[in-house]
């Protein structure tokens, strides 16, 4: 259980706006440096960099842009999409170097009490697969995996929840080969198999100031159910 202050105020942190932020998190001691691009805020970047770790290193974070493995770390972004409301953006890129995106709104990443859970609300638009990222999966890792072993088998963390061993390849782009749900454009088993993926978000460019203000604090309310 949890509640809210009396006087709240929400915390914004990200690129919206600043082109170099960095994050301080509760309990950690060292500032989160974060990755921009404009107005987006950077929470993976794969280039078959090594995504083979440990929870608690996804917990953390890891790798930078330069040597083709980024994660921003899920604590950060537990804490960053608890200020505001955001949208996602993922940009896929294949091997003969076809181009496709999609985008989500209303994504919020829970705690670790429950698991960095990830929340997605409408598919906004875009050339890939609407319906790749389940929303509500529960993240897992190589030593914290789901029941069947996706994370395990794929040498990856995801947000895999309760995938069956054959749906485990659905989705992943921390994986020893990138997947984004079941495109054959973007099936590994073609010729066109994934080459890079990001993931980036931002607060909704649509939203006033009072109405995002409003969706946070309605959000906020929903995390502590």
Request: charged share 20%; glycine share 10%; proline share 2%.
């Amino acid at each position: 259980m949890c509640k809210l202050n009396s006087f709240w105020v929400p915390v914004f942190v990200d690129c919206y706006g600043d082109d170099h932020p960095s994050v301080v998190l509760p309990g950690v001691s060292d500032e989160v440096a974060l990755q921009c691009s404009q107005d987006w805020t950077a929470i993976l970047f794969a280039v078959g960099g090594n995504f083979d770790r440990t929870f608690a290193e996804y917990e953390s974070g890891f790798g930078s842009f330069e040597d083709g493995n980024y994660w921003l770390g899920n604590r950060a972004m537990n804490f960053i999409t608890s200020g505001r409301a955001y949208n996602l953006r993922v940009d896929l890129w294949s091997s003969d170097g076809t181009y496709t995106y999609a985008e989500f709104e209303r994504l919020w990443i829970y705690d670790l009490a429950h698991a960095y859970k990830i929340h997605l609300g409408e598919f906004l638009g875009g050339t890939a697969a609407e319906g790749a990222l389940n929303s509500e999966a529960t993240f897992h890792a190589k030593d914290r995996d789901n029941l069947e072993g996706c994370a395990g088998e794929l040498g990856g963390g995801w947000w895999y929840g309760n995938r069956t061993v054959s749906d485990c390849t659905k989705t992943t782009l921390t994986g020893n080969v990138i997947h984004w749900g079941n495109d054959e454009m973007l099936a590994s088993n073609t010729n066109r198999s994934l080459l890079q993926a990001t993931m980036r978000i931002r607060p909704d460019p649509g939203l006033s100031t009072s109405m995002r203000n409003l969706q946070i604090l309605f959000y906020s309310l929903q995390r502590c159910r």
